[in-house]
């Protein structure tokens, strides 16, 4: 069994925890219905008070960084409030301490800087949102990968924006409970990408 911790905070971007929430809690349901023990997704804040994301959803965190299980797999999510939360020493205190023992610490979008400024991922290749890869090279020691949706270093797996999330999460799934079931993961949430409007070249 697994448990799976996702940071909150004022101004996360809603689907870069809600993707991978999706993923690893479908994962769980399939494993219970197999007869197999299910994993555990929590979120956590610095408190139990209502957190508001980028675009105004609403979160009642489950846990503080106090009172929570132990977390075999960290999510931080990206979003505009990562800009206060890579200058906020509890937060980037809790980050490394959960790390040091943690199978897997991820980052979506943003939350690489987060990662970064925690030590945790420092002389690391990360990925994070186009938008922000400069932010995170400026912040030096680290290599940006900008050609990957999600990219893996030693336990540290960050992926790029938003949807990229999800990609990462899947991935994840498959190196913890198998592809096979990875694959029906995917098949139960119906991800199988095709966006109506493709991006100029």
Not at 54 to 79: E, F, I, N, S
Request: net charge negative; hydrophobic share 40%; with cysteine.
């Amino acid at each position: 069994m697994t448990t799976f911790g996702l940071l909150l905070f004022d101004e996360a971007e809603e689907l870069d925890f809600v993707g991978p929430w999706e993923v690893f809690t479908a994962s769980s349901m399939g494993r219970e219905l197999a007869g197999e023990a299910p994993d555990t997704v929590v979120t956590i804040a610095e408190s139990l008070e209502p957190v508001r994301c980028a675009k105004g959803l609403r979160v009642l965190p489950d846990h503080t960084l106090t009172d929570h299980p132990p977390v075999d797999v960290l999510l931080v999510p990206g979003g505009m409030g990562t800009r206060r939360e890579m200058k906020n020493p509890v937060i980037l205190e809790w980050v490394g301490k959960i790390a040091a023992t943690a199978d897997w610490t991820t980052s979506v979008c943003t939350g690489s800087l987060v990662l970064h400024q925690s030590g945790v991922a420092k002389n690391k290749r990360l990925a994070t949102h186009w938008a922000a890869e400069a932010l995170l090279e400026g912040l030096g020691e680290v290599t940006v990968v900008r050609d990957a949706r999600w990219v893996r270093d030693g336990n540290v797996v960050s992926s790029q924006g938003v949807s990229a999330g999800i990609d990462m999460a899947l991935w994840l799934i498959g190196q913890i409970h198998g592809v096979d079931h990875a694959r029906t993961t995917q098949r139960y949430i119906q991800y199988d990408p095709a966006p109506p409007y493709q991006a100029d070249a």
